[in-house]
């Protein structure tokens, strides 16, 4: 997918998501007001239900108790307006019930020209209750004192947001996923671009650097059919061995790319041995010393490392030397300055192959241990590589126990730190499967 299709897709979907989140909101909102404005109509059927309720037992004095002579009650349950608060207390219970309202709440009656409170069922709470947009007049009972019936909730503006509670956790909940989603979707995508990116990467790699022996095997064997050269050997010599040159090389290819798939299917078996990590580097070292020679440049040992054998398998912990080694002399652009040391930590040794190269910036530090990765710069052709050494190093080395650090500034050059266990530690410390050792 083209990268401007891809954002197109991504600011539409992008913008249908922002929409969905803003309409939920609206949506939310909405029930919020919704379930205020039902709260407020049941709050009102129940004030009108009681004071019809008080209304009707007006007629009846006495009769139910709700309004009463100072001779058939006690003188302390009885207002000034004759209401008898023992008897209102039930009434209002009822009322309140049958819409739906339960506790907590106060209620009480106000004159609303004097503000004075007749009655109040919690006294704590008499200026809210004043000021409660609840009320209902009692006019049809007492016609000239503008007596009102007020009821005041404290949790009157988390009962909207309760109601819906469940609701809302269940929307957010979606909304998360949703939003995770699309992120993981863009993340899983863009990963994906960059790994197709470096795969393609890799296969122009690998053609162009079988193509070059490939093309050079065929011109020396042309040349070696030559009835001219065939006669002279020193002619012959001479192809024949450029096609060996070339052909070693590219099995040094095939097997780079086949190393692969085995790190891949994880299916490589260790031949552990005790190895003089020393000796090997010396080794390694001297077969090196002639490239970095054609170079003018330098590779100095300093294995100051006491106890330096190791349990591992020769061939693989050659390979790791070299391909730290090769990428030392690679990325070093003018004169290689190479060192590699060795010293003695906990119950390690720890090798390291520094140089005064290119360097690596902090970000691409991250990514160089992964297969086919190459800093940018290294995509030239003038730097070859398939972005597997450093892969291999990592595997290997983690196989071994042991683990890869990496000191690297831009400009400056690069630190590769390797730390195995020593020999002693060796069946104890690896983790060996049985056809493994
Ligand atoms: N010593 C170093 N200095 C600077 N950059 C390095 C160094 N070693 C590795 N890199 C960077 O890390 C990338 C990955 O290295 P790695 O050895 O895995 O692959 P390669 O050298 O490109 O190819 P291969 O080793 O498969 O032939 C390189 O492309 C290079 O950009
Ligand atoms: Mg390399």
């Given amino acids: 997918m083209k990268k401007t299709t891809f954002l197109i897709i991504v600011t539409i979907t992008g913008i249908a998501l922002a929409g969905i989140i803003f309409i939920?909101?609206?949506w939310i909102r909405n029930a919020i007001l919704l379930q205020e404005e039902q709260f407020d109509n049941r709050v009102r059927l129940a004030l009108k239900g009681a004071v019809n309720q008080m209304y009707e037992s007006k007629s009846d004095t006495c009769n139910d108790g709700l309004f009463c002579t100072h001779n058939c009650l006690k003188h302390d349950s009885l207002l000034p307006?004759?209401?008898?608060?023992?008897?209102?207390?039930?009434?209002?219970?009822?009322?309140?019930?049958?819409?739906?309202?339960?506790?907590?709440?106060?209620?009480?009656?106000f004159s609303s020209n004097t503000q004075r409170a007749e009655y109040i069922s919690k006294p704590a709470y008499k200026a809210q209750l004043l000021?409660?947009?609840?009320?209902?007049?009692?006019?049809?009972?007492?016609?000239n004192d503008?007596?009102?019936?007020?009821?005041?909730?404290?949790?009157?503006?988390?009962?909207?947001?309760?109601?819906?509670?469940?609701?809302?956790?269940?929307?957010?909940?979606?909304?998360?996923?949703?939003?995770?989603?699309?992120?993981?979707?863009?993340?899983?995508f863009l990963r994906q671009k960059k790994i197709s990116e470096m795969k393609s990467d890799f296969v122009n790699n690998i053609t162009h650097e079988f193509k070059t022996p490939i093309a050079t095997i065929s011109l020396a064997s042309e040349m070696l059919l030559k009835p001219s050269v065939l006669s002279s050997e020193t002619k012959a010599r001479k192809y024949a061995g450029i096609i060996y040159d070339e052909n070693i090389r590219l099995?040094?290819?095939?097997?780079?790319?086949?190393?692969l798939a085995l790190l891949d299917r994880g299916t490589f078996s260790l031949k552990y041995a005790p190895v003089d990590l020393h000796q090997l580097i010396v080794k390694a070292a001297d077969s090196f010393q002639l490239l970095v020679k054609e170079k003018n440049g330098s590779l100095k040992l300093q294995l100051i490392a006491l106890n330096h054998q190791v349990y591992a398998d020769v061939m693989h912990l050659e390979n790791i030397i070299t391909n730290l080694l090769d990428n030392a002399s690679k990325y070093s652009p003018g004169i290689?300055?190479?060192?590699?040391?060795?010293?003695?930590?906990?119950?390690?040794?720890?090798?390291?192959?520094?140089?005064?190269?290119?360097?690596?910036?902090?970000?691409?530090?991250?990514?160089?241990?992964r297969k086919m990765y190459r800093v940018h710069t290294g995509n030239l052709h003038d730097v070859k590589g398939f972005g597997l050494g450093l892969y291999y190093v990592k595997?290997?080395?983690?196989?071994h126990n042991g683990n890869v650090n990496l000191h690297s500034e831009p400009g400056k050059g690069s630190r590769f730190e390797i730390s195995?266990?020593?020999?002693?530690?060796?069946?104890?410390?690896?983790?060996?499967?049985p056809d493994e050792s």
């Fill in 146 to 188: 503008q007596l009102m019936l007020a009821a005041w909730f404290p949790d009157e503006r988390n009962r909207a947001f309760h109601s819906i509670f469940w609701w809302l956790l269940v929307c957010f909940v979606l909304l998360v996923i949703l939003v995770l989603g699309f992120i993981f979707t863009i993340y899983s």
């Fill in 251 to 259: 099995k040094k290819q095939v097997e780079n790319v086949l190393q």
């Fill in 81 to 109: 307006s004759g209401i008898n608060v023992d008897a209102l207390k039930p009434l209002i219970i009822t009322e309140f019930s049958e819409v739906g309202l339960h506790g907590p709440y106060v209620y009480g009656i």
């Fill in 420 to 433: 195995l266990p020593l020999d002693y530690l060796n069946n104890k410390s690896l983790n060996l499967k």
């Fill in 24 to 26: 939920q909101f609206y």
């Fill in 336 to 369: 290689p300055e190479i060192t590699i040391s060795t010293f003695n930590r906990n119950d390690h040794i720890v090798f390291a192959i520094e140089d005064k190269g290119i360097g690596i910036s902090t970000e691409n530090q991250k990514h160089i241990f």
């Fill in 395 to 399: 595997s290997l080395v983690e196989a």
């Fill in 131 to 143: 000021h409660s947009r609840h009320t209902a007049s009692l006019s049809c009972i007492f016609k």
